[in-house]
């Protein structure tokens, strides 16, 4: 269905690039308002505390840093998980202020007992070794999921992973055309940069149920304003020195579980095996890489992390069929 319908807009003749899902993307964005301002705030502390020589961190013993370093990679970690609460597929009934209730590190820490199977330590291992053992290029790709509040999430952990120097690179993988609703093209990239770089008017612009209630949000203070700002500018300077790049991929809209991998898309698999960690998002990715035959119960929200040698032999020998 999704891609019939995106065939039929790139078949026009004004339309070929016509996102139908990007009203709602943007709306349920505008709703993330709490959750997308804690974040700034507490993503510059942690920024402020990666980069001085005078932080807390600094000053511990490097038994005791290395605590501190996991602890901190876990939560950035968890913080990219809960992104995934709010999948725009599974909101359009929420109010603001239930959707709000979902992003905050009250619910986050309220739902740790919810995860299944955590691997964060085991990740963490994984890209800790990389950065010790002085290699130059350390990769990590994320698999996305969901644009808006999700997306801003994913660029959350992946800022991170750059500043404190567990990664030298990081590659997201959106879907190439409109998908599932929700889920992130190459413009929503730009598009969350747009919105940061103009805060002030994205946040204080009515949204559909401030105009229900017959309502205007309230503005941005200063310090918020101040606080979004510095997330631009540290992600749109990433990007522009090639720090965080996009590659989409036909592969991630095909039908068909992961496996098929090596035989569909050997240079998608061959580049993915270039990376130190994938980061799979999101339900869909998981009923893939298992071919739904151990799904029952729905996993949401899910995000899934495999280091590549393992992603290689699984998908090569099929071992998710049995």
């Not at 603001?96 to 739902?111: I, M, P």
């Not at 996305?144 to 801003?152: C, Q, R, V």
């Amino acid at each position: 269905m999704y891609r019939r319908i995106a065939t039929i807009f790139a078949l026009s003749k004004h339309w070929k690039n016509h996102d139908v899902f990007f009203k709602q993307k943007q709306s349920t964005f505008r709703s993330s308002r709490a959750g997308v301002v804690e974040l700034a705030f507490h993503y510059n502390e942690v920024l402020k505390n990666l980069k001085s020589p005078d932080s807390a961190l600094a000053q511990l013993s490097e038994e005791e840093r290395a605590k501190a370093e996991e602890a901190l990679f876990v939560e950035m970690g968890e913080i990219c998980l809960w992104g995934n609460a709010t999948d725009l597929s599974l909101l359009m009934h929420l109010s603001l202020e239930e959707v709000q209730k979902l992003q905050g590190a009250e619910s986050r820490k309220a739902n740790q007992d919810k995860i299944i199977a955590n691997d964060f330590p085991a990740a963490f291992r994984v890209l800790k070794e990389a950065q010790r053992s002085g290699k130059k290029e350390r990769r990590v790709d994320i698999v996305l999921d969901n644009a808006g509040f999700e997306l801003f999430v994913d660029l959350v952990l992946a800022g991170y992973l750059l500043e404190s120097g567990l990664a030298t690179n990081i590659v997201l993988r959106p879907k190439n055309i409109p998908w599932f609703v929700s889920d992130v093209v190459p413009r929503d990239f730009a598009d969350t940069l747009n919105v940061l770089q103009n805060a002030k008017a994205f946040y204080e612009t009515p949204g559909d149920e401030d105009l229900a209630n017959g309502t205007s949000p309230v503005p941005l203070s200063a310090d918020e304003e101040k606080a979004i700002d510095g997330v631009f500018a540290h992600w749109s300077s990433l990007y522009a020195e090639g720090k965080i790049t996009l590659r989409p991929n036909d592969f991630w809209t095909h039908a068909g579980s992961y496996w098929r991998m090596p035989a569909t898309a050997p240079k998608l698999i061959e580049d993915l095996k270039e990376s130190e960690l994938v980061i799979f998002k999101g339900d869909l990715n998981y009923r893939k890489l298992t071919g739904d035959v151990s799904v029952y119960f729905y996993f949401y929200p899910s995000l899934l992390l495999c280091h590549t040698a393992l992603l290689f032999v699984l998908l090569q020998e099929g071992l998710f069929q049995n």
